[in-house]
């Protein structure tokens, strides 16, 4: 398909897409408000019985950090639909829908040191959080409260980059039922030789996606004995995205590259992704646009935000400087897709966040998109420069802005001729 024809039926679809968004209230403002009326029965010194999808490592106060047990008091039926993967994805859920499942779990929480070795922890509060980040599903337990549960968006959402539910600090947990916990998670936990860095990428070759690698990870669960610590939950997500990025590419360093430039596309939650695919060795690059009122550039009067971070063949030595976490969820995707098709490329990710995007929903969004957008349909391009030229058209930004921006749009008239 023609570049030209792929953006007029993009253009057509994001329309749609609009329009169906627009006709959805945003009654989650009202949903926050009764978000206390749900765990208003729940006070200090109750023991409360519920089923954990999940667990929250958190980083503010760090080395002292808040580790918790995660429970949809009320709704243990459907626990597992309140953990983040890329179910959610494929369910559609809206912002609005994010956020109440995120406000709906209770947060019932220690603070523990992370220096605290975790490595032969299975009694008491740590070592039942432990199993439910190593469980392959929703676990019952009881928690015994220390205190009565309270909501503080502005603290969860600084944390993780999406709300969580109310808080309230506990004084003990037990298992209710035995979690079963699968042979390779076993595997690794049972090495104590085995670096964090092997054993994540172990268990993603055995089926094992990230979401689930993470948080055996921020439960301390992989490495070697002296170096398992309790790791945040927002690292952790970086981290395992990092890593089998990393091994990713290593598998591609010799592969044969893309052939012809291709255009691909995806817009989900107020996000547009744009990947342009190009031959020649390993680069990557990802650009943001944020426009004013946005989640992360809410002043209406602002200008658009532009952000972005690169990386040639050898990789990055350091942490990206502007996109944060979305950097290697994006690259992720990206290598994943071409991990599928046995080829190396130079590849560009566009993201525009748009207005649309009111509320932080986590970079799983980012990941999702551009895993997905290689499931549709995609456009070929002459050269590398016919691309960014047509894309620049849908962009907020003009291409002069981009050039200036981009370290591989400002290099395509000279460094990337090899694409034509």
Not at 160 to 186: F, Q
Not at 323 to 341: C, F, K, P, Q
């Given at each position: 398909?023609?570049?030209s024809e792929?953006?007029?039926i993009?253009?057509n679809?994001?329309?749609?897409?609009?329009?169906?968004?627009?006709?959805?209230s945003?009654?989650?403002l009202d949903?926050?408000?009764?978000?206390?009326?749900?765990?208003?029965?729940i006070?200090?010194?109750?023991?409360?019985?519920?089923?954990s999808?999940?667990?929250?490592?958190g980083r503010?106060?760090?080395?002292?950090?808040?580790?918790g047990?995660?429970?949809?008091?009320g709704?243990e039926?459907?626990a597992g639909?309140?953990?983040?993967?890329g179910?959610?994805?494929?369910?559609?859920?809206?912002?609005?829908d994010v956020?109440?499942?995120?406000?709906?779990?209770l947060?019932?929480?220690?603070?523990?040191?992370?220096?605290?070795?975790?490595?032969?922890t299975?009694?008491?509060?740590?070592?039942?959080?432990?199993?439910?980040a190593l469980?392959?599903?929703?676990?019952?337990?009881?928690?015994?409260l220390n205190?009565?549960?309270e909501?503080?968006?502005?603290n969860s959402?600084?944390?993780?980059?999406?709300?969580?539910g109310?808080?309230?600090?506990?004084n003990?947990a037990?298992?209710?039922?035995n979690?079963?916990?699968?042979?390779?998670v076993?595997?690794?936990?049972?090495?104590?030789?085995?670096?964090?860095?092997?054993a994540?990428?172990?268990?993603?070759?055995?089926?094992?996606?990230?979401?689930e690698?993470?948080?055996?990870l921020?439960?301390?669960?992989?490495g070697?004995?002296a170096n398992?610590?309790?790791?945040?939950?927002?690292?952790?997500?970086?981290?395992?995205?990092?890593?089998?990025?990393?091994?990713?590419?290593?598998?591609?360093?010799?592969a044969?590259?893309?052939?012809?430039?291709?255009?691909w596309?995806?817009e989900y939650?107020g996000?547009?992704f744009w990947?342009?695919l190009?031959?020649?060795q390993w680069?990557?690059?990802l650009?943001?646009?944020?426009?004013?009122?946005?989640?992360?550039?809410?002043?209406?009067?602002?200008?658009?935000?532009l952000?972005?971070d690169y990386?040639?063949?050898?990789?990055?030595?350091?942490?990206?400087?502007e996109?944060?976490?979305?950097?290697?969820?994006a690259r992720l995707?990206v290598?994943?897709?071409?991990?599928?098709?046995?080829?190396?490329?130079k590849a560009?990710v566009?993201?525009?966040?748009?207005?649309d995007?009111?509320?932080p929903?986590?970079?799983w969004?980012?990941?999702?998109a551009?895993?997905?957008?290689?499931?549709g349909?995609?456009a070929?391009?002459?050269?590398?420069d016919?691309?960014?030229?047509?894309?620049?058209?849908?962009l907020?930004?003009?291409?002069?802005?981009?050039?200036?921006?981009?370290?591989?749009?400002a290099?395509?008239?000279?460094?990337?001729?090899?694409f034509?």
């Amino acid at each position: 398909m023609r570049l030209s024809e792929f953006i007029e039926i993009e253009k057509n679809e994001r329309a749609e897409r609009r329009r169906l968004a627009g006709e959805k209230s945003y009654e989650i403002l009202d949903r926050l408000d009764g978000v206390g009326d749900q765990f208003a029965d729940i006070s200090g010194g109750d023991a409360v019985g519920s089923v954990s999808p999940s667990i929250f490592v958190g980083r503010s106060g760090y080395p002292n950090v808040s580790t918790g047990l995660l429970s949809p008091v009320g709704n243990e039926s459907d626990a597992g639909q309140f953990v983040t993967d890329g179910a959610w994805y494929e369910e559609g859920v809206s912002i609005g829908d994010v956020f109440e499942r995120r406000t709906s779990l209770l947060n019932a929480s220690q603070t523990t040191p992370v220096e605290t070795n975790v490595h032969d922890t299975w009694e008491g509060f740590l070592g039942v959080q432990r199993e439910v980040a190593l469980a392959d599903r929703p676990i019952g337990i009881e928690v015994g409260l220390n205190g009565t549960p309270e909501l503080d968006l502005a603290n969860s959402v600084d944390e993780v980059s999406a709300p969580t539910g109310p808080r309230a600090r506990a004084n003990d947990a037990t298992l209710t039922e035995n979690p079963h916990v699968p042979r390779p998670v076993k595997k690794t936990l049972e090495d104590d030789d085995w670096r964090a860095g092997g054993a994540m990428n172990y268990l993603y070759n055995r089926g094992f996606d990230v979401y689930e690698i993470n948080t055996i990870l921020s439960a301390g669960a992989l490495g070697q004995q002296a170096n398992r610590r309790l790791v945040p939950t927002r690292w952790s997500i970086t981290a395992v995205d990092d890593t089998v990025g990393q091994y990713l590419r290593g598998k591609q360093r010799n592969a044969t590259s893309v052939d012809t430039v291709s255009v691909w596309h995806n817009e989900y939650l107020g996000n547009s992704f744009w990947i342009i695919l190009a031959p020649g060795q390993w680069e990557f690059e990802l650009v943001e646009f944020k426009a004013p009122g946005s989640v992360w550039n809410p002043d209406p009067a602002a200008g658009i935000w532009l952000a972005s971070d690169y990386e040639g063949r050898e990789g990055r030595s350091g942490y990206v400087e502007e996109t944060a976490g979305a950097y290697y969820a994006a690259r992720l995707a990206v290598l994943e897709y071409l991990d599928s098709i046995g080829r190396q490329a130079k590849a560009l990710v566009l993201r525009h966040v748009s207005d649309d995007y009111w509320g932080p929903v986590g970079v799983w969004q980012v990941r999702e998109a551009i895993r997905h957008a290689f499931d549709g349909d995609h456009a070929e391009s002459e050269t590398f420069d016919d691309a960014v030229t047509g894309i620049a058209e849908q962009l907020p930004v003009s291409s002069a802005d981009l050039q200036r921006k981009s370290t591989l749009a400002a290099g395509r008239q000279t460094g990337l001729d090899i694409f034509k």
